[in-house]
T-cell receptor
């Protein structure tokens, strides 16, 4: 049972480069979300999706794009990386309504 | 908008002492409440949750939390901590209408021998 799988685990980017963080879940969960974790700031919601074709912004969406073409996948795109995007990124999924969220192991991104 | 406040960024405690990690939330609608734990260099794991029913919820490793609607709190307690409880603990709230899960800033529990 894989749960929530994030790739890559580590990434170093140069300022201005683009990349996509991958997230896949095999639990048929409707709800998926992306968070960034920074020291002293906890986890902040970037974008979330309540189902295929539906996405919405969280607390800190600027600089990030998402799409949800399938139930299983929810990639996070950085179009032009900035040093302020250096962080640990977590993907999570859950059933809608009365349920807990399951998290991936995280992607540690450094932008130089 | 929902928010979660964890007043203590760090809590140092000696082994076998009791501990309380505080969490307050602001919401005018019905909510689900969670505590997640993050061990070093790992992802988040669910520790316990309040969805409905009894206001006192317990985890398998001795933690408990009590939902207090009048004080909008969901404090986490353990009567006797172990070295292995050293981790960061996050309180989170989910609005029953929007399903968004919002986290507090976390409390780092450091247990000393």
């Amino acid at each position: 049972n894989a749960g929530v799988t994030q790739t890559p685990k580590f990434q170093v980017l140069k300022t201005g480069q683009s990349m996509t963080l991958q997230c896949a879940q095999d639990m048929n969960h409707e709800y998926m979300s992306w968070y960034r974790q920074d020291p002293g700031m906890g986890l902040r919601l970037i974008h979330y999706s309540v189902g295929a074709g539906i996405t919405d912004q969280g607390e800190v969406p600027n600089g990030y794009n998402v799409s949800r073409s399938t139930t299983e996948d929810f990639p996070l795109r950085l179009l032009s990386a900035a040093p302020s995007q250096t962080s640990v990124y977590f993907c999570a999924s859950k059933r809608q309504g009365l349920s807990e969220a399951f998290f991936g192991q995280g992607t540690r991104l450094t932008v130089v | 908008a929902q928010s979660v406040t964890q007043l203590d960024s760090q809590v140092p405690v000696f082994e076998e002492a009791p501990v309380e990690l505080r969490c307050n939330y602001s919401s005018s609608v019905s909510v689900y409440l969670f505590w997640y734990v993050q061990y070093p260099n790992q992802g988040l794991q669910l520790l316990l949750k309040y969805l409905s029913g009894s206001t006192l919820v317990e985890s398998i490793n001795g933690f408990e939390a009590e939902f207090n609607k009048s004080q909008t709190s969901f404090h986490l307690r353990k009567p006797s901590v172990h070295i292995s409880d050293t981790a960061e603990y996050f309180c989170a709230v989910s609005d029953r209408n929007t399903d968004k899960l919002i986290f507090g800033t976390g409390t780092r529990l450091q247990v000393f021998p």
